[in-house]
């Protein structure tokens, strides 16, 4: 007999395919174990494993973490060989369900499809191992989870891998979302909702019914398919208990709460139940999020735990996340090559998506379409604009079917730089942005670009973008050390052998633009322009030697309207219009710091950064907890 999908059935799974590290040592709950996973998941080859500490200090749990954090345990937990697979994955079965059906031959051959989508709907037990061990009233304590601190800014231990269980109290649609919990007592957890998530909406529909308070429920440790549904940008309207049991081919056992009007996956490791009051508000965070930089200290709800039930001999599931990559980059990785084909549902151009590592989910998309009319590039940055959580994206790429594929980052970045002309381009839009997206003009709000890299047609206008010739090949090192030479700048280095990145001591708010405007000129003088027509901006102390960090900071530094500078002289046509006469081929990028003086009016985060004592400790234990070769530093 088939045994039924969950957390135990994914752990032995990995460990038959060599994916899973079982760490013996005692390690810390409090930034050491979220420490080793971060070296795990930057590390090359067969150290980048999931991970099983079973002796966590100050519990009695062990704690899974890494366990999605790479391309083949992706594909181990969806159940399919190759991510190319996934993209049919959902595809044939949405084009199968929503094909219209005229003739009689046509319903009755979707009978059998309907018959097994029957079979999927979560199935309600009248128990569950997930209420093997049940704590209520006095015998409530939070402290006993081993729930992990993950960074040293961090406010308090987080829960960061819930499936948060809501019902929509209009409907009674159930939502299964994952909102991080910061433990703040025994009984309390700080109830962490971004406005534009399902989970707040419920919430804000409770108040406007006259509720008190909303019932949660929370669970930590399912099937890799549920953890996965969690996550999914789905369709509005569609459970992702049945999304789930679509991944793992059948249906998700549920069992009632004991003390709360909800379901939960039966076979859940760990179960806390509770309400959150509609109107009590506590101080939440900071908290070392997925952009790599603490998301802020804010007023968020509070969830008052009024049970906690779990396994016999439970497993704590969990993750980190930080600068990428992390185990969260791959779970992203596996919803893009999933929900490709919904996005070709109202965009049928295109051919491929991609979201780099460095954008972080949100602040780059990379799109390859069929063009077949003008202006089509922007049409499609428009839809992404306007479809769900990818409203948010900062920076959308088109390119043509001429171009290279989307995971070949070198002929990208080639292409990027041998076609952009900054004249055409680019279009700037406002609207709503990522609550994380910390250098938003406002919370929630702020400017997007996108960039038209696709073969130009006769109405959109001739590109103007080619470098400048040369009699002899470009001395990089002289131009380097000219560069920082120039007043304010620290350091200076060519990148890609066609732009340049500098930091600056911004001792005032003007600095990066007269960097780039110096650049510029000197460029112009000593024929340069190839690299130093196109400039990077960074704040001083910072690191030029890794092209993957410097695109992650250029992404997360900027607001695009506000940072991204153009050079060119204003003019006057007949009719009085203003044009801005734009260079072709200047762009510069401001990715420093903003503060007060820049106009910028919210705190500016911190990057994540583990503190060296604890580097140092897992780097002295790295090899004898198992792992191969050497500590990544």
């Known amino acids: ?41 930057r590390a090359l080859g067969d150290a980048n494993k999931a991970l099983l500490f079973e002796n966590v200090k100050g519990s009695k749990f062990p704690v899974l973490i890494n366990a999605m954090g790479s391309h083949r345990r992706m594909e181990i937990a969806l159940g399919v060989e190759g991510f190319d697979a996934m993209e049919h994955l959902v595809g044939d079965f949405l084009e199968q ?41 006095d ?17 308090g231990p987080m829960v960061t891998l819930p499936l948060v269980f809501t019902k929509d109290p209009e409907t009674g649609a159930r939502n299964c979302g994952m909102y991080r919990l910061q433990r703040y007592d025994e009984k309390s957890l700080g109830f ?44 509005p309207g569609v459970d992702e208990m049945l999304f789930a049991a679509f991944l793992q081919k059948r249906p998700v056992e549920l069992v009632k709460c004991r003390t709360v009007n909800l379901e939960v996956p039966a076979e859940a490791e760990f179960v806390i139940e509770g309400y959150v009051p509609v109107d009590e508000l506590r101080r939440e965070g900071p908290f070392g999020d997925h952009t790599g930089f603490y998301s802020l200290a804010d007023d968020y709800h509070v969830l008052h735990v009024t049970a906690i039930t779990h396994r016999k001999n439970a497993v704590w599931h969990t993750t980190v996340v930080g600068p990428p990559p992390q185990e969260d980059c791959y779970m992203a990785a596996a919803i893009e090559r999933l929900f490709l084909p919904l996005q070709r549902k109202v965009m049928p151009e295109l051919i491929d998506m991609h979201m780099p590592f460095a954008g972080v989910f949100h602040n780059l998309m990379i799109l390859k379409i069929k063009k077949d009319y003008p202006g089509q590039a922007r049409k499609v940055a428009h839809t992404v604009w306007g479809l769900g959580q990818a409203m948010f994206t900062k920076v959308v790429i ?21 076609r952009l002309d900054a004249s055409r381009d680019l279009e700037v839009v406002f609207g709503p942005t990522e609550t994380l997206d910390h250098a938003s003009r406002a919370l929630h709000f702020g400017s997007k670009i996108s960039i038209d890299l696709t073969t130009a047609m006769d109405v959109e206008g001739e590109r103007r973008c080619e470098a400048p010739e040369r009699d002899e090949p470009l001395d990089v090192a002289a131009v380097e050390r000219a560069v920082a030479d120039m007043p304010g700048v ?58 993957a960090r410097l695109m992650w900071l250029c992404l997360a530094h900027i607001d695009p309207e506000r940072d991204i500078q153009r050079s060119g002289n204003p003019t006057q046509d007949g009719s009085l219009r203003h ?25 500016w985060p911190t990057e994540q950064v583990h503190p060296k004592p604890v580097l140092d400790r897992v780097a002295g234990a790295w090899q004898a907890m198992g792992f191969p070769g050497e500590c990544p530093r």
Not at 194 to 221: Q, W, Y
Not at 579 to 603: L, Y
């Open 1 to 41: 007999m088939t045994p039924r999908p969950d957390l135990r059935t994914f752990i032995e799974a990995l460990d038959r395919a060599g994916e899973l590290l079982r760490v013996t040592q005692e390690v810390d709950p409090d930034q050491e174990i979220a420490a080793i996973a971060d070296r795990a998941s």
């Open 139 to 155: 015998d409530i304590d939070l402290f006993e989870i081993p729930v992990l601190k993950t960074w040293p800014e961090d406010g």
């Open 398 to 418: 088109v390119v043509d079917e001429h171009a290279p594929d989307l995971t070949d980052d070198a002929a990208l970045t080639k292409l990027f730089f041998e």
């Open 490 to 547: 620290e350091t200076a280095r060519v990148v890609a052998d066609a732009c340049i990145a500098v930091t600056v001591d911004k001792v005032m708010p003007s600095v990066p633009r007269v960097t780039m405007e110096q650049i510029w000129d000197v460029g112009d003088r000593e024929n340069w322009g190839v690299v130093t027509d196109r400039i990077l901006v960074l704040d001083k102390g910072e690191r030029l030697d890794d092209d």
């Open 97 to 137: 369900l929503e094909r219209p059906r005229t003739t009689i031959a046509e319903k009755f051959g979707a009978l059998p499809l309907l018959g097994r989508l029957s079979k999927l709907f979560p199935r309600t037990r009248n128990s569950g191992p997930c209420q093997e061990v049940v704590h209520e009233g």
């Open 579 to 603: 044009r801005r006469n734009w260079h072709p081929r200047r762009i510069g990028v401001d990715a420093t710091t903003k503060g007060e003086a820049d106009g910028f009016m919210r705190d």
């Open 192 to 235: 962490h909702v971004h406005t534009h998530h399902t989970g707040a909406d419920h919430l804000r529909k409770n108040r406007a019914m006259g509720r008190e308070a909303m019932e949660v429920a929370v669970a930590i440790g399912a099937s890799p398919a549920v953890v996965f549904s969690a996550v999914s940008p789905l369709p």
